[in-house]
T-cell receptor, first 114, second 111 residues
Framework: DAGVIQSPRHEVTEMGQEVTLRCKPI?????LFWYRQTMMRGLELLIY????????DSGMPEDRFSAKMPNASFSTLKIQPSEPRDSAVYFC????????????FGQGTRLTVV | DAKTTQPNSMESNEEEPVHLPCNHS???????IHWYRQLPSQGPEYVIH???SNVNNRMASLAIAEDRKSSTLILHRATLRDAAVYYC????????????FGQGTRLTINP
């Protein structure tokens, strides 16, 4: 398996534009996590899914952020409209099940909003 | 979420053992203790996890206190490639399975 695949690796966009980040989890994994990392706030959990169903979105910063998982092999994180403070590295991770297994992270998407 | 406390930074020398401490005094009975690390410009990667007993794998060892209120990640022979931020995480069992990262310990390895 190629691991968790995120695209794009880098995104530069103008303030006010819509941004869509994509993630393909490892096949067969039941859990998918979206994280955001900045120098100031570290790694923040935004939302996670179990069997394609959002379980906890309490980390989503505001209504401008939305995430979907239409099937077991694809998830998106959308920011509309984007703002400069959204600039960060966004990571997607997946794990086979809950407590007793490891999570595998993608390489991340570095988002810059100018 | 149960909290963990780690030193902000530690320094060690190449080829020496490294002991990275973590306090988790509010751990619940069935919380698993997970360790991840993040190398520069990469996503976090799994290191090891355990529940009650000490654990060993090819990367490291995990020593868990008898009362489970603290644990120590042991790198037996550090290399320059082990320089990273190490995160100690409790995987929440109370209706959630999420991984919540703290600030971690930035480990510097001197040649």
């Amino acid at each position: 398996d190629a691991g968790v695949i995120q695209s794009p690796r880098h995104e530069v966009t103008e303030m006010g534009q819509e941004v869509t980040l994509r993630c393909k989890p490892i096949s067969g994994h039941d859990y998918l996590f979206w994280y955001r990392q900045t120098m100031m706030r570290g790694l923040e959990l935004l939302i996670y899914f179990n069997n394609n169903v959002p379980i906890d979105d309490s980390g989503m910063p505001e209504d401008r952020f939305s995430a979907k998982m239409p099937n077991a092999s694809f998830s998106t994180l959308k920011i509309q409209p984007s703002e400069p403070r959204d600039s960060a590295v966004y990571f997607c991770a997946s794990s086979l099940d809950g407590l007793n297994t490891e999570a595998f992270f993608g390489q991340g998407t570095r988002l810059t909003v100018v | 979420d149960a909290k963990t406390t780690q030193p902000n930074s530690m320094e060690s020398n190449e080829e020496e053992p490294v002991h990275l401490p973590c306090n988790h005094s509010t751990i619940s009975g069935t919380d698993y203790i997970h360790w991840y690390r993040q190398l520069p410009s990469q996503g976090p990667e799994y290191v090891i996890h355990g529940l009650t007993s000490n654990v060993n794998n090819r990367m490291a060892s995990l020593a868990i206190a008898e009362d489970r209120k603290s644990s120590t990640l042991i790198l037996h022979r550090a290399t320059l490639r082990d320089a990273a931020v190490y995160y100690c995480i409790l995987r929440d069992t109370r209706g959630a399975q999420k991984l919540v990262f703290g600030q971690g310990t930035r480990l510097t390895i001197n040649p």
